[in-house]
């Protein structure tokens, strides 16, 4: 079975820290892979895709793959208060489908 | 640019009855799917189309039916409510190429 895991935290990391999110998946034709931010009570927002090899960097978002690991991360640098929420990471291989983890609870300590 | 819109946002069921969810999307997407979220079982694929015309059963069709009624509109039809179909429910359609999928508001169903 496909699969996509993240730990489901919760991570807590003061206003101003880094935090660090992981996502390992097992199909290792995938192709497409995604970070989503969810707050409580909303749907799921976009706000990271990633297609190939190493970093890719857009504003406090620095999103990793390492496609021989089957390793995806997201790393948001100085975080604030408002970036506490649920992190889904996504994958999909190629196909109509995509793969969502359950998320990672994300709290940012002012 | 309204993206994808969904009605109704909260409903409540009794066991037994019957509903149906309507989704529309504006951008002009071919793909578009129904997901359940529950609690710690992250995004569940209930029934996706890939196109106007064809529907596809996902992970979790049991009790559900779709109609992609055309290009815009993706319905998803509770014919006899379970308690266990008490969830939320996301539509989204996928911008082609590259995959990305993007998301209504939700609807909060609870099945008494």
């Known amino acids: 079975q496909k699969e996509v895991e993240q730990n489901s935290g919760p991570l807590s990391v003061p206003e101003g820290a880094i935090a660090s999110l992981n996502c390992t998946y097992s199909?290792?034709?995938?192709?497409?892979f995604f970070w989503y931010r969810q707050y409580s009570g909303k749907s799921p927002e976009l706000i990271m895709s990633?297609?190939?090899?190493g970093d890719k960097e857009d504003g406090r978002f620095t999103a990793q793959l390492n496609k021989a690991s089957q390793y995806v991360s997201l790393l948001i640098r100085d975080s604030q208060p408002s970036d506490s929420a649920t992190y889904l990471c996504a994958v999909n291989t190629g196909g109509f489908k995509t793969i969502f983890g359950a998320g990672t609870r994300l709290f940012v300590k002012a | 640019n309204a993206g994808v819109t969904q009605t109704p946002k909260f409903q409540v069921l009794k066991t037994g009855q019957s509903m149906t969810l309507q989704c529309a999307q504006d951008?002009?997407?071919?793909?578009m799917y129904w997901y359940r979220q529950d609690p710690g079982m992250g995004l569940r694929l209930i029934y996706y189309?890939?196109?106007?015309?064809?529907?596809d059963k996902g992970e979790v069709p049991n009790g559900y039916n779709v109609s992609r009624l055309n290009k815009r509109e993706f319905s998803l039809r509770l014919e006899s409510a379970a308690p266990s179909q008490t969830s939320v429910y996301f539509c989204a359609s996928r911008r082609e190429g590259q995959n990305e999928q993007f998301f209504g508001p939700g609807t909060r169903l609870t099945v008494l």
């Open positions: 990633i297609y190939s090899n």
């Open positions: 951008m002009n997407h071919n793909s």
């Open positions: 189309s890939a196109s106007e015309g064809t529907t």
């Open positions: 199909d290792r034709v995938s192709q497409s």
